[in-house]
């Protein structure tokens, strides 16, 4: 239990949560004993409205998103109050301030959290609307809490500058040790693999997100304010995690026809599956060293798992007939090669956490890093090119102002005592997803609920404001900690924190609560109904758009394999770029069958053939990367003629698949009599070796039969996956 608790104390989530609530707390406490509680809570306010804003990135970054967002927060609070007397101004204007703010969405996930600010700065402007000198007064206030939570974030990222970065490097490692997991699952006689692709596919969301978050954070430190020491080794290992996932995935093996070879010989998958999940819980102890700062020592001896692995082939060659297990034993013998680079890389992980000399393992690969960054451009034509109801963020802009307004409307002509109360629910529920708006409307009224409940028990016996102060700032804490983590908890917390608040400031305490609650109910509901009715985006929509990316991603990362495949060298820039989209666009298809999964019923007719298209991309996915890592790892033949051709009709298959998603009538196909002909020439370079009367048990001959017996089963596999990728393309866009 101890430890539970000590791990969500240093978790990123409750050190943000400390962060705003130290930025809101000393105001108050500061001005409420000097007898100015309504300045102190003001402030409080800005830092509030600021708080999102503050997202990973590098410090430059970060001091300019904060700073623009004070200033906006607090200049939209003061042009509301100006405008507010005017109705036939003020209206009109409301609802271009609200569209505006979210449609600048667009421009990414900073502009996405400084929109939020700016919504909830609309929403409380409301429950207070001040004249004359007042609004200036108010206005700078807001301002001096934003500028004062930039303080705070500053202090808290100088006292431990390489914190974050620490704990999203040890949340990254810890996700790729469960990924190595479930690749290691996959060598079970009975596994459920279908089951245990999913979760790959889920697992490949989250992993992608954390991506994004450490290069944002690393490369662009390292550009903006140089490389220190500790940025070095951390950029070492994530490039070594990237490395470590395209291994995991490229062991592209068809599991059922080699459970099938080795039935009566489990003893050498078995082996290969301890070894994998040793790699597994290796990687797992890295994590916790590095969250924990703790010296690392293995727990594990990979170097011997791998020799036990290198007997147990061993023992196999001499069990079956030679010429019987030649297949059999050609990839295994891949598989531990596969091995032994995991473990390499992991060694270097292991060497970055404890040493400080990095140069030779660094050596070359933090090349062109800025490449591998979404640069910070905000040109007005993005926006002016979502103005279409084609485009999802402009359906949501529209739905949101639509939304706030009819709740406005609602508070100013019905008795309801907070207005913005209503306005703050239907701003922090309504999301441009369906299943997300849902989820949030279901767990924010149950949170509210039992907040309210739960608080007004509280202060029915407690009568002591310094008590109840104490409970209000430990439920502020808590609300925001566990906003990402589990959000009915979170609405629960934020609850009791504001009817605490409100319980010290007015002793009306059961109206409050019952209002409270009222008026959550009535924005919840409107947000579900609003996304369900006006201007809906179904993800089923979006998912066509979803698979041309990740097919396209997957052809420009065959057409980086083939080049570097032909041309040998040093792996080129464009090669890992094309990669990291491979990876990042197959997230994002699974991401987009996640969206439609929590949709109607009425909206997923296309669920399975969409999940069939994601596990058909991973598939081609994983077997592009073993054919890649292969040819990385391995001093390869010239390639043939025959190579390049049956590459070029794979590619020409996803083309042929894209094309179908954009309606447009092609057919690039080779005939498949050609098609048998090529895949002939290349099966004769492995007749032809045999031919040759080399001595068949020298490394040379073992490394060409390899490569002849993996790049003719990746071709094929290739070959086969594409046609499958257009047939299915063709059959989603039928239905």
């Not at 916790?288 to 594990?300: A, E, L, M, P």
């Not at 080049?563 to 491979?582: D, E, H, M, Q, V």
């Not at 073992?702 to 094929?716: D, F, P, S």
Request: net charge positive.
């Amino acid at each position: 239990m101890l430890q539970k608790i000590n791990k969500f104390i240093d978790s990123i989530y409750f050190t943000n949560a400390l962060k705003v609530t130290v930025a809101a707390v000393i105001p108050v406490v500061l001005f409420s004993l000097l007898g100015e509680f309504r300045i102190g809570f003001t402030i409080a306010l800005g830092a509030f409205f600021t708080y999102p804003s503050d997202i990973p990135s590098s410090l430059k970054h970060k001091i300019n998103g904060v700073l623009f967002t004070a200033f906006l927060v607090s200049f939209i609070n003061l042009v509301i109050n100006i405008i507010y007397p005017y109705n036939w101004i003020f209206y009109p204007f409301l609802a271009l301030l609200i569209f505006i703010l979210s449609m600048i969405s667009v421009y990414g996930h900073r502009a996405t959290m400084t929109s939020f600010s700016g919504l909830i700065s609309i929403s409380l402007a409301f429950s207070n609307i001040n004249e004359g000198w007042a609004m200036i007064e108010h206005a700078g206030l807001i301002l001096a809490g934003g500028l004062f939570y930039l303080l705070i974030s500053l202090i808290f990222y100088y006292v431990r500058p390489n914190r974050y970065i620490e704990m999203q490097i040890g949340d990254c490692i810890k996700l790729t040790a469960k990924y190595l997991k479930l690749r290691g699952d996959l060598w079970t006689g009975n596994a459920d693999r279908n089951s245990i692709v999913k979760k790959q596919l889920h697992l490949q969301v989250e992993l992608n997100t954390i991506h994004e978050n450490i290069r944002e954070v690393l490369i662009r430190s390292s550009i903006t304010t140089g490389s220190s020491n500790q940025n070095r080794k951390m950029l070492l290992v994530f490039i070594s995690l990237v490395e470590i996932l395209e291994l995991a995935l490229s062991t592209a093996f068809d599991h059922r026809k080699l459970h099938q070879k080795l039935d009566d010989h489990p003893k050498v998958l078995l082996t290969y599956q301890n070894l994998a999940y040793n790699l597994a819980a290796n990687l797992k102890q890295l994590s916790k060293s590095v969250k924990n700062r703790k010296i690392y020592h293995s727990k594990y001896n990979l170097l011997n798992d791998i020799t036990i692995l290198k007997h147990a082939i061993t023992e196999y060659e001499y069990e079956v007939d030679k010429n019987t297990a030649s297949e059999s034993v050609l990839m295994l013998t891949t598989m531990l090669q596969y091995a032994e680079k995991q473990v390499e890389k992991i060694k270097i992980i292991g060497r970055a956490v404890t040493q400080t000399s990095l140069s030779e393992d660094l050596k070359g690969k933090d090349k062109d890093l800025e490449k591998f960054l979404a640069p910070h451009y905000y040109p007005l034509s993005t926006l002016t090119q979502n103005f279409s109801f084609s485009s999802a963020i402009f359906r949501h802009s529209l739905r949101l102002t639509i939304t706030l307004l009819f709740g406005l409307i609602i508070g100013v002509f019905l008795p309801f005592q907070n207005i913005y109360w209503i306005l703050l629910t239907i701003i922090v529920i309504l999301r441009p997803s369906y299943g997300l708006t849902k989820e949030r409307s279901f767990q924010r009224m149950i949170g509210t609920v039992i907040g309210g409940l739960i608080a007004f028990g509280i202060l029915y016996f407690m009568y002591d404001n310094r008590v109840i102060s104490v409970l209000a700032i430990l439920c502020m804490l808590l609300g925001f900690s566990f906003t990402q983590i589990n959000y009915k908890i979170s609405a629960t917390f934020i609850t009791m924190y504001v009817v605490f608040i409100y319980g010290i400031l007015t002793p009306n305490i059961t109206d409050l609560v019952q209002y409270r609650i009222l008026d959550t109910l009535v924005g919840a509901i409107l947000a579900f109904l609003a996304n369900h009715f006006l201007f809906p985006t179904w993800e089923f929509l979006n998912a066509p758009s979803h698979l041309k990316k990740s097919i396209t991603a997957n052809q420009e990362y065959l057409k980086e394999i083939a080049l570097f495949y032909n041309k040998k060298g040093t792996i080129p820039t464009s090669y890992r770029l094309a990669r990291k989209n491979a990876f990042i666009e197959i997230g994002n298809l699974m991401a987009s069958f996640q969206r439609m999964s929590q949709e109607p019923k009425s909206k997923q007719t296309q669920l399975p053939q969409v999940y069939k298209l994601v596990e058909l991309n991973h598939s081609l996915l994983s077997s592009l990367a073993s054919l890649g890592t292969y040819i990385q790892s391995h001093k390869t033949t010239t390639a043939s003629k025959a190579f390049n051709i049956v590459v070029e009709t794979v590619k020409n298959n996803l083309e042929n698949a894209i094309a179908i998603l954009d309606n447009i009538p092609t057919d690039k196909n080779v005939a498949k009599k050609d098609l048998a002909i090529h895949f002939t020439a290349l099966n004769d370079i492995r007749e032809r070796e045999l031919k040759e009367g080399e001595d068949i048990n020298t490394e040379d001959f073992q490394l060409k039969m390899q490569e002849a017996q993996l790049v003719l089963e990746q071709l094929v596999w290739l070959i086969s996956l594409s046609e499958n990728i257009t047939k299915a393309t063709k059959v989603l866009q039928s239905t």
